[in-house]
Each structure stands twice: as C-alpha cells, then as structure tokens.
C-alpha cells in the first residue's frame, strides 16, 4: 500500500508534460515531443529531395514541387516532418503563440536528424527576423532552434545575416512577389568569412523556399564550401 502512494508521488513528482499534447511523460523525456506525437507530425521518409528534404515523389533528381523552380541555392536540404496536421499546428503555435519553450522540443528533433544524416556541419546560421517582429514576438524561432541545435551537436551557432528592412508575410503573396517582397531583404553582416566551411542556414518553414533562397544567395557571398538548409515543416 505504501510502496503504491509513494509511487504516486514519485510518478507525479517525475513526470512532465508532452509539449505536444500536454500527456504527462516520464521526466528522461521531459520537453522533447512524446512518441504519439512524434507518429502524428508525419515524418518525412526517405528518400530525400535534395531542394527541400522532403520525399521524392518521383524518379527524377528532384520533387515534383522543386521541378518547378530554378536551381536551389544550396548543396542539400533537410526538413523535419510535413506540415500538415499536428506538425502544422504546433509549427503555427510556436510562432504566434508566445512558446518559445518548443524551441527544445523542435531543436532536439533537428539536432537528431542532422546527425543521423551524416551530414558534417561547422557553423548554425538563422534567417533572420525584422528586429520589429523580432520585438513583437518576444524571440525569434529560427534562431532559438540553432541555439538547441548547436548545444545538442556542439557546433558554433552565429548571426551571420541581417534584415535590412520589413517585408510582407511571404505567405499572402503569390509566386512573384515572394521574389520582389524580398528583394534586397537579407545582408551579410561585415566581416564574415565561411571559406573552407560547411554551414546550415535554418527556418521555421519551407512553403516555396523564397526565402531560404534569398538568405542563402547572399549567405553565399561568404564563400561556404557546402551550403545545406532545414527547415521543421516542408508544405
Ligand atoms: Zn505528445
Ligand atoms: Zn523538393
């Protein structure tokens, strides 16, 4: 009877919730998403497109959504699930819902991926946020995601790009002005030199994969040896 209580106590005293579903997990699996979770953010097989690291859907070299577009401005990309379902919604919650606390839970899983890949990385770079909405929303996603990244794999995580101005939400625009909104968005800051580097330039979320365009075309004036992407969720 006693032991029973005091497993009680102990069960509740060491357990956690899901910061997916809120389900209590034991305290090992504290801030990471639960194995439910994990199944219902549908994770992405392989194999891989190399434009935007979701499946291949086809024979060809690239999915039938990159074909469409011109030649991705890197060397391989990687995305974490698709964004549908549980994924889309707790994606949309980290950005709009003042929690940044997923940032552990979505950092674990890249950090997971990355390495499961092989993939050899030296430096974590985010693409940067206006510094108003930076203000506005308390953090920035992307760049708390490389902060998790890098303490998980031990790789420097730098800000190696600014937001030289405000842009439109890409998502309310169509296929051209995605380019124009972002014209001239992205700077490298002064100074930066990534030769004989392998970098990864992270984002919340790869739609078009505009802007992870627009922030690699000029990340690449700092002459990175191999230049690689991830994003959480490829739409
Ligand atoms: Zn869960
Ligand atoms: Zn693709």
Redesign the pocket.
């Known amino acids: 009877m006693l032991k029973n209580i005091l497993n009680v106590v102990l069960d509740s005293a060491c357990s956690f919730p899901c910061p997916g579903c809120r389900k209590e997990v034991p305290e090992k699996a504290r801030n990471v998403f639960c194995p439910d979770c994990r199944t219902r953010m549908k994770p992405i097989l392989p194999p891989h ?6 499946e ?1 859907d086809g024979v060809l070299e ?6 469409e577009f011109e030649k991705r401005p890197w060397d391989g ?1 990687l995305a974490l699930f698709n964004l549908h379902g549980l994924g889309q919604q707790l994606v949309h919650r980290f950005k709009y819902n003042n929690t940044p606390e997923l940032a552990r839970a979505f950092g674990d899983m890249a950090a997971e991926i990355i390495a499961e890949r092989g993939i050899k990385i030296d430096m974590i770079v985010p693409v940067p946020l206006h510094w108003t909405r930076t203000f506005m929303r308390g953090y920035n996603q992307s760049m708390l995601i490389c902060g998790i990244i890098s303490v998980r794999l031990g790789i420097p995580c730098r800000s190696l790009l600014s937001r030289r101005r405000r842009t439109r939400q890409q998502a309310k625009l169509n296929r051209q002005q995605r380019f124009e909104n972002l014209s001239g968005a992205f700077a490298l800051k002064n100074g930066v030199d990534c030769r004989k580097l392998s970098v990864l330039l992270v984002d919340d979320v790869f739609t078009t994969g505009t802007t992870l365009a627009a922030a690699a075309e000029i990340l690449r004036e700092s002459g990175p040896e191999k230049l690689y992407v991830l994003s959480l969720g ?1 739409r």
């Open positions: 497109c190399p434009g935007c690291g979701s291949l690239l999915c039938s959504k990159c074909m990309a490829r």
